[in-house]
């Protein structure tokens, strides 16, 4: 089973609807969750991070997590062509020493 | 600048030579890592840093990669005897702490020919 798992996609959606990315991890002990946005070519950039069951809304962002589950996901409401990415999942695991676990990413596309 | 910055943004180098990548995190992050991002693949953790120590090297691909951290800021990582399968963009992170969100520079895409 892979630490951080993600559909590749690509996943379509028309623009103005939701979009929704999911994401789940193998680790129990995982307790920082953490999504990133990434155009080609570019970094990671930070969309939202959440460290507690339940949702978290930012602006048309919403996290949610269920760690009896071991599911994170996010929404994107009101979809614009320029969210059309990668959508990457990071978890920091319990315990170690180590850096974001990533998963593959989803590709995002919003048809105009 | 308020940025995490790496240097040089692009690295062209020839197979056996040594490189030498930089990072500059955000000011006061005391937690600085180091990520490799291969051509259409995922990113892969290469080591972290709190303050000046790495608790953890064993993410580093293997004994020619190596890297320091120095004065708690600026912390290079060197490749030594680069081979092909070592090209990738090499980007670093800071946060405040392991738990806290990282910030990512604009990496260092290398390529050995």
């Known amino acids: 089973q892979k630490e951080v798992e993600q559909n590749s996609g690509p996943l379509s959606v028309p623009e103005g609807a939701i979009a929704s990315l999911n994401c789940t991890y193998s680790d129990r002990g995982s307790q920082s969750f953490f999504w990133y946005r990434q155009y080609s070519g570019k970094s990671p950039e930070l969309i939202m991070f959440?460290?507690?069951?339940g949702d978290k809304e930012d602006g048309r962002f919403t996290a949610q997590l269920n760690k009896a589950s071991q599911y994170v996901s996010l929404l994107i409401r009101d979809s614009q062509p320029s969210d059309s990415a990668t959508y990457l999942c990071?978890?920091?695991?319990?315990?170690?020493?180590?850096?974001?676990?990533f998963g593959k990413g989803t590709h995002l596309i919003i048809q105009p | 600048g308020a940025g995490v910055s790496q240097s040089p943004s692009n690295k062209v180098t020839e197979k056996g030579k040594d490189v030498e990548l930089r990072c500059d995190p955000i000011?006061?992050?005391?937690?600085l890592y180091w990520y490799r991002q291969s051509l259409g693949q995922g990113l892969e953790f290469l080591i972290y840093?709190?303050?000046?120590?790495?608790?953890?090297k064993s993410g580093l691909p293997s004994d020619r990669f190596s890297a320091e951290r120095t004065g708690g800021s600026v912390s290079t990582l060197t490749i030594q005897r680069t081979q092909q399968e070592d090209s990738a963009v090499y980007l670093c992170?800071?946060?405040?702490?392991?738990?806290?969100?990282?910030?990512f520079g604009d990496g260092t895409r290398l390529s050995i020919l």
């Open positions: 992170a800071s946060s405040t702490n392991r738990d806290q969100p990282q910030h």
């Open positions: 000011s006061g992050h005391t937690a």
């Open positions: 990071a978890v920091v695991k319990g315990g170690g020493a180590d850096g974001l676990t």
């Open positions: 840093f709190q303050g000046n120590s790495a608790p953890d």
């Open positions: 959440i460290y507690s069951n």
